[in-house]
DNA sequence: CAATGAGTTGATTGATTGATGAATTGATCG
DNA sequence: CGATCAATTCATCAATCAATCAACTCATTG
């Protein structure tokens, strides 16, 4: 819109900020978009209940579909997307194509992630 | 198997997909609907850029507002909404309010994120 | 109590995104 | 090879979501 490039529309007016002397450090912006992808990625029901039972251990397309009691198609898409964020790998074996988390790390966020969850008292 | 009701499209007909006899559990549904909506608060660039820095240290609207270059309203909206999910506390001091990690659960979950972030090569 | 600065709320709009089902590929076996 | 089962891909449509900005609240100060 405007010539006034990036001009902010409150702030502060002369005010110093670093009341504690702490100075912050800004994220860094390809970090800080890797991450919120892969929480992004965690952040749907049906994806989660996925990788919820591919975190006790490696299953194939039709046993996930089986267990969620949905249709294969949708499970496919959803591991599609997955794994562009490498969250899960593959790994074919004759008809089946077999799925887990893609390493630990991945794991430990998804049971802190369920921890934390199953902890919240409501709202 | 009974009723029609619930056929998948597909599925293994008959085969036994408990090859290697461990039985999985199927996740809590109210546990993965929380978990997901708080994964899902996190997957956004703007709302990790600001938990990060709020990692750092507890910060007033207008700080996070200077930090990162933006304006206020949309700060603020951020903040309602992470609020929303218990992932922000707030608190009030004159004119300003601070806001915090609401507990030291998220603040890992954001830490272990970001450094998943940090580590990936990349894709 | 008027003025000002800090923050919130509400409504609208444009862009993402997830679900769905048909068509296609890949693999095994008779 | 042709049949069949497993899985992926593609395209469309509806629902969700984030940005934006104006209007409003709340607290302080002159």
Known sequence: MGTMENEPTHACLGEQH??????????DPLVCA???????ALGDVSR???????AQR??????????????????????KLLRSERIVRSRRQGKHVYYSLADNHIALL???????GSEEPHG
């Open 18 to 27: 670093a009341e504690n002397g702490v100075a912050v450090q800004l994220p």
């Open 110 to 116: 998804i049971s802190n992630g369920l921890e934390h």
């Open 34 to 40: 890797r991450t919120a992808a892969i929480f992004r």
């Open 58 to 79: 490696e299953m194939c397309v039709s046993e996930l579909t089986e267990k969620l009691s949905d249709n294969l198609p949708a499970i496919s898409q959803r591991l």
């Open 48 to 54: 989660l209940s996925l990788l919820a039972l591919l």
